[in-house]
Nanobody, 114 residues
Framework: QVQLVESGGGLVQPGGSLRLSCAASKSIFTLNAMGWYRQALGKERELVAGIDSGGATAYAESVKGRFAISSDNAKNTVYLQMNNLKPEDTAVYYC????????WGQGTQVTVSS
């Protein structure tokens, strides 16, 4: 079993920034890949960003140029730096890990509002 612990969510004004963290109980090399999904109220869950053990990244079109995913392999931690946040970024953000996003964190709320 893999544990994922997320942190860093909160309330921010439009145009602001937040950094989410996800600490895993195993290394990203073992997990193969990690990523972030989000789910807004009344909407389907969507992939936001992903990173594999080789450092390759992928992003949803809606966050390209604003969000950046990175990893600290020594800490088994993945980060999601979110800049220029918009109200439509408001959602619960979930950290995932493993092939096919097998493992999920508990989620952290991000609210973008003035």
């Amino acid at each position: 079993q893999v544990q994922l612990v997320e942190s860093g969510g909160g309330l921010v004004q439009p145009g602001g920034s937040l950094r989410l963290s996800c600490a895993a109980s195993k290394s990203i090399f073992t997990l193969n890949a990690m990523g972030w999904y989000r789910q807004a109220l009344g909407k389907e869950r969507e992939l936001v960003a992903g990173i594999d053990s080789g450092g390759a990244t992928a992003y949803a079109e809606s966050v390209k140029g604003r969000f950046a995913i990175s990893s600290d392999n020594a800490k088994n931690t993945v980060y999601l730096q979110m800049n220029n946040l918009k109200p439509e970024d408001t959602a619960v953000y979930y950290c995932t890990a493993g092939r096919g996003s097998r493992y999920w964190g508990q989620g952290t709320q991000v609210t973008v509002s003035s």
